[in-house]
Each structure stands twice: as C-alpha cells, then as structure tokens.
C-alpha cells in the first residue's frame, strides 16, 4: 500500500449493507486502482440488546473518521456481508448510507446483488 495523503487522488469508499458488522474498502478511483485500506468490523454480539439505532450511531462515527482520514468522490454500497443479517438491518443501511452521501454531497452507488 501507498502513503496517498502525499498527492491527490479520487478515493471511492465500499460499504456491506447492515448493521452486523461493517466491510469497509477504500479505493483510488482511476484507471490504475488501487486499495488504500480495508477492514472488517464486527459490531456488537447480537447477544446484546443494542438497538439498531445505536448500531448504526456507531458507524455512522467510524464512517466520519474513515471520511476525514479518505474523502469519498463516491461511496459503494454492497449487499450484506453475511446471511444472518437480520432484515430489518440490511434494509435500515442503503437509506442511511444514502442519506448520509447526501450530507457530504458525494455520490452513492448501490450494488445490492451480483448483477450490479
């Protein structure tokens, strides 16, 4: 991986629908892509009685430090990373996540099944 803060580059940041846990990539976006950074972030055990709203207060916080860190010229939204995502969740996150590039106005492209 390459230090990019030395030199301007278009980043586009992937995300998994839900609020499970979080994949996250960060990505020069150009002719020669190239990874930044990534991680997969596991949330609260589902054991736990933390409410969606918490769940998704808490990325929304990671995603702030990963924006400061990379501005987004583009923000992916992928499918859920795991199966046992409850639905409630993976259907709370695109609007979130585009609701949230909207408050930054960058743009979000969801990419919820294998066709996109």
Avoid: N
């Amino acid at each position: 991986m390459h230090d990019h803060s030395s030199k301007k580059s278009l980043i586009a940041i992937g995300f998994t629908s839900g609020l499970g846990s979080i994949a996250c990539s960060v990505i020069t976006a150009s002719s020669d892509p190239e990874e930044v950074w990534s991680e997969v972030m596991a949330g609260p055990r589902k054991k736990r009685s933390v409410s969606h709203y918490r769940r998704w207060g808490a990325q929304r916080l990671m995603f702030e430090i990963i924006f400061d860190r990379w501005p987004p010229t583009l923000i992916a939204h992928g499918p859920p990373s795991g199966h046992d995502e409850p639905l409630e969740w993976v259907q709370i996150m695109p609007t979130a996540v585009f609701e949230l590039g909207k408050s930054i106005g960058v743009p979000v492209v969801l990419f919820d099944d294998d066709q996109a």
